[in-house]
């Protein structure tokens, strides 16, 4: 099994739809991120949390938001979708701050 | 604000060749920098990290250099072959440990 899981993978929903994307971990790790991802523009972080109180805003966070209801659960809401926020988005974890990041699977949204 | 370029964005080579791919950012005083490879469509897998103390590191036809002090780092691949064909990205950690990325250079092995 996957050590990073993240459901749903694909998702199309209509603009100003709520919609909750998740993020599950077996590996024991502290740190977990959300990033999104366009092309040509690399990954951009959205919001981390570096233990189960401890969330933090990343470069692009408005217009989400997150929960950390476990140290092996990371959520991402959209909580009014609109169509710029189509992209690819990744969750990843890291024990520590200078170790491997470990990336999931991604889920591809697509805001009508 | 770091920033982080990766040249060239895309790359055609033909199987056998050596090559390298570049990564070069403004700041210098990072903690690590990371290596990644992305299937399309796929999540982003680590191949190497080096922490700033390092020069280098290697895992079997990769090696990875970083020099800090001319804000350089370099991906060498041997021996490319078609599995190698993917986006590579490199990612570094600075004073907030939370990594910056490049955009990825595209590799395409043909045989």
């Known amino acids: 099994d996957a050590d990073v899981t993240q459901t749903p993978r694909n998702r199309i929903t209509k603009t100003g739809k709520r919609i909750m994307l998740e993020c599950s971990q077996t590996?024991?790790?502290?740190?977990m991120y959300w990033y999104r991802q366009d092309p040509g523009l690399g990954l951009r972080l959205i919001y981390y949390?570096?233990?189960?109180?401890?969330?933090n805003k990343g470069e692009i966070s408005d217009g989400y938001s997150v929960s950390r209801q476990a140290q092996a659960k990371f959520s991402l809401s959209l909580e009014s979708a609109i169509p710029n926020q189509t992209a690819l988005y990744f969750c990843a974890t890291s024990e520590g701050p200078l170790e491997t990041q470990y990336f999931g699977p991604g889920t591809r949204l697509l805001v009508l | 604000k770091q920033e982080v370029t990766q040249i060239p964005a895309a790359l055609s080579v033909p199987e056998g060749e050596n090559l390298v791919l570049n990564c070069s950012f403004t700041d210098s005083a990072i903690y690590n920098l990371q290596w990644f490879r992305q299937d399309p469509g796929k999540g982003l897998t680590s191949l190497l990290l080096i922490q700033s103390s390092q020069r280098e590191q290697t895992s079997g036809r990769l090696n990875a250099s970083l020099d800090k002090s001319s804000g350089r780092s370099t991906l060498y691949i041997a021996a490319s072959q078609p599995g190698d064909s993917a986006t590579y990205l490199c990612a570094l950690a600075e004073g907030s440990y939370i990594p910056t990325f490049g955009r990825g250079t595209s590799l395409i092995v043909h045989p």
């Open positions: 949390s570096f233990d189960v109180k401890d969330i």
């Open positions: 590996k024991g790790h502290d740190r």
